[in-house]
C-alpha cells in the first residue's frame, strides 16, 4: 500500500495510449466530489510548473531521440518535483488524489518498451517519490492497435511516444498487465475497450467495495 500516505488516498489511472485515462479520472474526480471528498486531480508527466517544462521536452516530437536513460532520469525528475509539491502534502491533508500515470508507466514505458534493467529502473523511480505508492491502480486495458487509433484522432496528431513502432505498444501492455498480475490486491484491470460509462462503473464499484473505506472525510 501507499508509504507514508498520510490520511489520503491515493488513486491512479495507468495504461497504454488511447485507454481513456483522461475521461476516467474526470468521472471518478467528479463522483467523488459528489460524495463530499476533497480531491486533487494531476497528472505525469506534469502537474507542477516544473513538470510541464519537462512534459514538453519529453512528448515534443521536436526533442527527437532521446539516449533511454536520459529519457527515464527526465521522467524521475518530474516525478520527484510531483511527488515532493503536490501528491505527498495533498495526501498528508486527508485530500483523495486522482493522477493520470505515475511510477508504472515509467516501468512499462521506459522499462519494457525501452528495454531498460527493470530493477535498476524501478529502484531510481522509487528513490525519486520516496516509495510512495497508490492505494489503487486501475489499469485502462485496450489493444494497442484500437488505443493509438484513438489516441490519434483525439489530439493534433502522434507524440514521441505515441509515435513508437506498434510493437513498443504491446510490450508497454504486457509489462502492465504483469504488474497488476504480480500485486492484484493493488490493483484493477479494466477493459477499456468500451463506452466511458461501463468503465467507470467497473471503477466506481472498486472503490466503493474495497477502498473508500480507508479515506477518512
Known amino acids: 500500500m501507499a508509504s507514508d500516505s498520510g490520511a489520503g488516498f491515493f488513486l491512479v489511472l495507468e495504461g ?20 463530499g471528498r476533497t480531491v486533487l486531480q494531476t497528472r505525469q508527466p506534469g502537474g507542477t510548473p516544473v513538470g ?48 493520470d500515470r505515475y511510477v508504472d508507466s515509467t516501468l512499462a514505458y521506459q522499462g519494457a518498451g525501452r528495454a531498460i534493467d527493470a530493477t535498476e529502473l524501478a529502484r531510481v523511480a522509487a528513490w525519486a ?18 488505443g493509438l487509433v484513438r489516441a490519434g484522432r483525439a489530439g493534433d496528431g502522434h507524440d514521441r511516444i505515441e509515435a513508437e513502432p506498434l510493437e513498443f505498444h504491446r510490450r508497454v501492455r504486457r509489462h502492465f498487465l504483469d504488474l497488476a498480475a504480480k500485486r492484484p490486491d493493488e490493483y484493477l484491470v479494466v477493459d477499456a475497450d468500451r463506452e466511458p460509462g461501463s468503465v ?18
Open 16 to 35: 497504454g495510449e488511447g485507454g481513456g485515462k483522461s475521461t476516467q479520472a474526470d468521472l471518478v474526480v467528479q463522483w467523488l466530489r459528489q460524495q
Open 52 to 99: 510541464s517544462r519537462l512534459r514538453e521536452i519529453l512528448l515534443d516530437p521536436a526533442t527527437g531521440a532521446l539516449d533511454p536513460r536520459t529519457e527515464s532520469l527526465v521522467y524521475a525528475a518530474d516525478k520527484a518535483e510531483h511527488v515532493a509539491t503536490v501528491i505527498a502534502p495533498a495526501l498528508a491533508r486527508g485530500e483523495v488524489v486522482v493522477c
Open 129 to 146: 517519490t520516496g516509495d510512495l505508492r497508490p492505494h489503487l491502480t486501475v489499469v485502462l486495458d485496450v489493444d494497442p492497435e484500437v
Open 200 to 217: 467507470h462503473a467497473d471503477i466506481r464499484a472498486a472503490l466503493e467495495s474495497r477502498l473508500l473505506t480507508e479515506v477518512r472525510p
